[in-house]
């Protein structure tokens, strides 16, 4: 596996630093692994993707790029939302292949499956409903990156993988107060209360509806894990074209839940409000995660440490605030 050359897209962001911290602790050399910034490859440009893949011709990629976002983050940048992930997406996954890439693995999201899924939601969910509207363009932008790889699959006979993690936090997350997710928009909140005498926080929504979080490199860890997995055992336990495999921890908990955990982590005594003008989204969100555990991957890191460590992160690289 070290002789391997392996391109990480997006490898600045929480999951794509993750994967390279995982990737190093595995033995693979940093001269093995390549990386771009931003600034240095628009990967919405769809020629100078095409160069980076002609020049570089790595052995395999690690499609961790996107745009991501909260609700309120999707609410206000639909449009966005959808076109810069359908952009990245297309164009790495079709210069990966016409520069001969036989392995991809493409991080998708666990709002492709419908707002009203069964729970746990299982991967044949996908497409049995209509989507929750305040992020459907991502999620359309993800299912369609799901489906470019099993088609690339089907037709050039390439080995393009998908993963659906659940809710991620830890090192490298965003904490912007706007558009960030729940557990770094709840960390810098209830932080920021705390140094500055709050009486109470106010936070979107009633409190009730369940999410399921997963700790960044646990995620990482899991993306090798699939990537790697033998080609006919990945075929066994998949179907060419329902060929995505789930990414979760297998617990869920109320938001109610999780902003009293990240007050007791944070040490914030005061009250916690909930605003019920504001939206919830989906009611639940529960990964069924049984696939990959049945193909030998199971998380480390439990809810409780994975705050803690990622409220670590956040002291160490927000002092500002």
Partial sequence: MSSQRVYIAGHRGMVGSAIWR??????????CIITRTSSELDLTDQRAVRDFFAYERPDGVYLAAAKVGG?????????EFIFRNLMIEANVIDAAYRSGVQRLLFLGSSCIYPKLATQ???EDALLSGPLEPTN?????????GIKLCESYNRQYGTDYRSVMPTNLYGP?????PENSHVIPALIRRFHEAKAGGAPSVAIWGTGTPRREFLYVDDMASACLHVM???KVLYAEHTEPMLSHINVGCGEDLTIRELAEAIAETTGYQGQIDFDTTKPDGTPRKLMDSSRLNRLGWTPEV?????LMFAYQDFI???PHT
């Fill in 22 to 31: 995982a990737l190093r602790a595995a033995g693979i050399p940093e001269s």
């Fill in 71 to 79: 609700i309120h983050a999707n609410n206000t940048f639909p449009a």
């Fill in 120 to 122: 746990p939601m299982r």
């Fill in 136 to 144: 459907e363009p991502y999620a359309i932008a993800k299912i369609a």
């Fill in 172 to 176: 490298g997350d965003n904490y912007h």
């Fill in 228 to 230: 790697h997995l033998d």
């Fill in 302 to 306: 439990s809810l409780k440490e994975g």
């Fill in 316 to 318: 160490k690289n927000y």
